[in-house]
T-cell receptor, first 115, second 115 residues
Framework: AQKITQTQPGMFVQEKEAVTLDCTYD???????LFWYKQPSSGEMIFLIY??????QNATEGRYSLNFQKARKSANLVISASQLGDSAMYFC????????????FGQGTELSVKP | GAGVSQTPSNKVTEKGKYVELRCDPI?????LYWYRQSLGQGPEFLIY????????DSGLPNDRFFAVRPEGSVSTLKIQRTERGDSAVYLC?????????????FGPGTRLTVT
């Protein structure tokens, strides 16, 4: 079975500072993909970043980077230079290569950026 | 181009009634997914289609839920004999293919309230 765990229900960060959102996962699939999505109060899920389990380097997309530690089964999201517009729910998700297309999501972390 | 669209955006129905929720994926995307998001939770997988066929319907909670995608584009999620526990936001997503490297693009969701 696959499982995603996000242990931080809520996080606060000062504007312009960096913040790390934690994500651990469990899977028996030898190959898998890890995703982070942002969900603002409007409700739409916005794709942020993807990491493949065999990727040698950690993924980066602008101010977002994924700290992937395969042995620890963790895929933490790092947001640098936080902005007020980063305030939202953040979901970690995974998809096993042998599980077809479905995403398994964590419970989410609510990030609040303070001015 | 246009993103994933879902109609209606809100649906209020009485317990026991039948409802249909529609999803229009991004043009050219062969894979389509349905998720359900309860308040304070991450999205929960329901079913996904590759083309016209349901490739994995393991997330449908019971036989009151059914989904179709007859022409490989628009999909309809159908719920019979609705119950109050069905109240949630129903999210639709599409991707170029069901392969793991392809990100899923989400629609704005349909908020279903069963009274």
């Amino acid at each position: 079975a696959q499982k995603i765990t996000q242990t931080q229900p809520g996080m606060f960060v000062q504007e312009k500072e960096a913040v790390t959102l934690d994500c651990t996962y469990d899977t028996s699939d030898p190959s898998y993909g890890l995703f982070w999505y942002k969900q603002p109060s409007s409700g739409e899920m916005i794709f942020l970043i993807y990491q493949g389990s065999y990727d040698q380097q950690n993924a980066t997309e602008g101010r977002y980077s994924l700290n992937f530690q395969k042995a620890r089964k963790s895929a933490n999201l790092v947001i640098s230079a936080s902005q007020l517009g980063d305030s939202a729910m953040y979901f970690c998700a995974m998809r096993g290569y042998n599980q077809g297309g479905k995403l398994i999501f964590g419970q989410g972390t609510e990030l609040s950026v303070k001015p | 181009g246009a993103g994933v669209s879902q109609t209606p955006s809100n649906k209020v129905t009485e317990k026991g009634k039948y409802v249909e929720l529609r999803c229009d994926p991004i043009s050219g995307h062969t894979a389509l997914y349905w998720y359900r998001q309860s308040l304070g939770q991450g999205p929960e997988f329901l079913i996904y289609f590759q083309g016209t066929g349901a490739a994995d319907d393991s997330g449908l909670p019971n036989d009151r839920f059914f989904a179709v995608r007859p022409e490989g584009s628009v999909s309809t999620l159908k719920i019979q004999r609705t119950e109050r526990g069905d109240s949630a936001v129903y999210l639709c997503a599409s991707s170029l293919d069901a392969g793991s490297v392809y990100e899923q693009y989400f629609g704005p969701g349909t908020r279903l309230t069963v009274t």
